[in-house]
């Protein structure tokens, strides 16, 4: 149990366009999902607290007009990067928390890695 | 954003040996979790600590969560290669939120 499957796993896009990370969890129910980036070789950053039915929480020097959190519903949260640099190249994690049953805790998505060209 | 220090920062071992590593904070947390992480991969959670002085353990693993409340410790015992990887600290410090701040990581290497 406590699956969290995140898409797509790798994209490569052109600078100047925008890329949206989907965050799922798969078999609970999760009111918050956070984002994390991770650079080469170094820690997982929290980027932002994403809230279902409210406006995210994001951590302090992170853009919320860059990265865009929607979290319409208990099992979706979105990560859309906007006008992509190359600088915004990294890999992109999101992980879930599970409030009831036996999937209490959190758990990590499998991450996307964004190349911008 | 702020991080937690981990040591050593990588570290190559010989199959069969006992590994340790830990996790330092100058501010005190309540809630310590060990992941592991593989490389292209999300994070896997370990094990979870959640009270000063506990030691846990899952398998070939145990952690502790110091008595302080601002370090935790990790270690493998009998190490297999399967054991490579990065592991990372995280903890929480305010009960009133949910996030966590992640160690600085331990890149470890096993030589069969």
């Known amino acids: 149990g406590a699956v969290v499957s995140q898409h797509p796993s790798r994209v490569i896009c052109k600078s100047g366009t925008s890329v949206k990370i989907e965050c799922r969890s798969l078999?609970?129910?999760?009111?918050?999902m956070f984002w994390y980036r991770q650079f080469p070789k170094q820690s997982l950053m929290l980027m932002a607290t994403?809230?279902?039915?409210?406006?995210?929480?994001?951590e302090q020097g992170v853009e919320k007009d860059k990265f865009l959190i929607n979290h319409a519903s208990l099992t979706l949260s979105t990560l859309t990067v906007t006008s992509a640099h190359p600088e915004d190249s990294s890999f992109y994690i999101c992980?879930?928390?599970?409030?009831?049953?036996?999937?209490?805790?959190?758990?990590f998505g499998s991450g996307t890695r964004l190349t911008v060209v | 954003g702020q991080q937690l220090n981990q040591s050593p920062q990588s570290m190559f071992i010989q199959e069969g040996e006992d590994v340790s590593m830990n996790c330092t904070s100058s501010?005190?947390?309540?809630?310590w979790l060990w992941y592991k992480q593989d490389p292209g991969e999300g994070p896997v959670l370990l094990i979870a600590?959640?009270?000063?002085?506990e030691l846990t353990s899952n398998g070939r693993l145990t952690a502790q969560f110091g008595i302080t409340r601002k370090d935790s410790f990790l270690n493998i015992s009998a190490s297999i290669p399967s054991d490579v990887g990065i592991y990372f600290c995280?903890?929480?410090?305010?009960?009133?939120?949910?996030?966590?701040?992640f160690g600085t990581g331990t890149r470890l290497k096993v030589l069969a």
């Open positions: 600590l959640y009270k000063a002085g």
């Open positions: 078999d609970f129910q999760a009111t918050t």
């Open positions: 994403s809230n279902e039915g409210s406006k995210a929480t994001y």
């Open positions: 995280a903890g929480r410090a305010d009960s009133g939120t949910y996030k966590y701040i």
């Open positions: 992980s879930a928390r599970a409030t009831t049953g036996i999937n209490y805790g959190y758990t």
């Open positions: 501010s005190i947390f309540n809630t």
